[in-house]
């Protein structure tokens, strides 16, 4: 169960490789009203192909083209049930977006001279023993070249009956983990696993004395006041916030709002937000804002993952010249992008997460707005899977 339900929960991160040959055209603008037809055109085809007996409830989107104009829009509802439409003030969890806030945290400290991107994992202490962990590093763990298994994969989920209030410590998710057979030896290959996050969480821990989200808090949200986001320490969600949803037997939508405790999720998705701090954030963080120009280049340089046009940064998903991140977990699935070139941004939130067909539907919104935005450089190729 957990393997169809978790395989991509909070990494539902399509990973992309660095641009694809040819310079793009001049971007359509988001002004036009045939481009925003063109969009609203695209984004209910996707609403329909990843539906049930309707169409998905709620998408949320965000297009800023570059030279100043944009087109943000809501479709459908946030509370399926009392017909409470979407709006753009609606927070959402954003799940493995949260990876890019432990990834910039771990690169501060690299900065401040506090640990190295090639340290091995066997220089501090986590309070979990991981196999093999003089020969992991920390650049492996981030850019998902451990090795290590998935800890949402592991047969202990099998034997689980899991609800919002079930409580977990990360320390027995890797634990379950390492009990495992690894993918590779380290650096050998390309695997998404939320293991590695869940790790770097505890490295940030050990080297700050410190919790996590307080360094997420006080490094990021507070100063670039992200004042919509946050870490939290409970199931509770911000107002106002939209419902998600799954399909049910007879392919008809419940709401599964809450059903993932924010236990489980830690280091690897456990964060809550909005559009407009994510449009924010996203382009901070492509564009270096977040750490140094040295450590801007470790975030930006991404490893082929094996797959034809997808590679993967320090948590950045690249491609055809599109840099961002997508986050996913029962009922919520954002993918939030940045295309340097242009200066243009994609935002698509969906109050879903549905993973089939691939890349899935928040990064198939993404996709098809980018082929109208910038038709020289639409990322996916060849419908990437979303991993």
């Not at 945290?105 to 023993?129: A, M, W, Y």
């Not at 997420?216 to 670039?224: A, C, G, T, W």
């Amino acid at each position: 169960m957990w393997l169809a339900i978790i395989g991509s929960l909070f990494g539902f991160a399509c990973v992309f490789a660095p641009s694809i040959a040819g310079a793009a055209m001049a971007a359509p603008s988001v002004a036009s009203p045939a481009v925003q037809r063109a969009i609203e055109s695209a984004v209910e085809k996707d609403r329909k192909l990843y539906g049930g007996r309707t169409p998905v409830p709620g998408v949320l989107i965000g297009v800023w083209d570059g030279q100043g104009a944009n087109y943000v829009r809501t479709f459908g509802y946030a509370d399926l049930a009392k017909r409470v439409p979407l709006t753009t003030a609606d927070h959402f969890r954003i799940g493995s977006n949260t990876k890019t806030f432990v990834a910039a945290v771990i690169l501060q400290l690299v900065d401040e001279h506090k640990l190295s991107l090639d340290d091995p994992l066997s220089r501090f202490n986590l309070g979990v023993t991981v196999p093999n962990a003089q020969n992991i590093t920390i650049r492996e763990l981030a850019n998902m070249r451990s090795g290590l298994f998935e800890s949402y994969d592991t047969p202990q989920f099998d034997r689980m009956t899991i609800t919002g209030d079930t409580r977990f410590d990360p320390r027995t998710l890797i634990g379950w983990a390492v009990q495992q057979k690894p993918y590779f030896a380290p650096n050998q290959g390309y695997h998404y696993s939320n293991t590695n996050y869940l790790i770097l969480g505890l490295v940030i821990e050990s080297v700050t004395h410190d919790s996590v989200g307080d360094q997420i808090r006080k490094r990021f949200l507070v100063p670039f006041r992200l004042t919509q986001t946050s870490y939290p320490a409970t199931q509770a969600m911000p107002e106002p916030w939209a419902h998600g949803y799954g399909l049910d037997k007879r392919r008809n939508w419940e709401d599964v709002s809450g059903t993932i405790p924010v236990s489980l999720m830690g280091a690897a998705g456990q964060m809550i937000s909005d559009m407009a701090d994510m449009k924010r954030w996203i382009t901070l963080y492509v564009t270096g804002k977040t750490s140094s120009p040295a450590m801007h280049r470790a975030l930006m340089d991404c490893v082929s993952t094996g797959a034809p046009g997808q590679g993967f940064g320090l948590a950045l998903g690249c491609s055809s010249g599109w840099y961002g991140y997508t986050g996913g977990l029962p009922g919520y699935n954002t993918a939030n992008f940045f295309f340097p070139q242009t200066g243009a941004t994609i935002v698509a939130w969906v109050d879903v997460q549905a993973s089939d067909p691939k890349p899935g539907v928040a990064n198939a919104i993404f996709r098809d707005i980018a082929r109208i935005l910038t038709p020289n450089n639409v990322p996916l190729p060849g419908g990437a899977k979303g991993l």
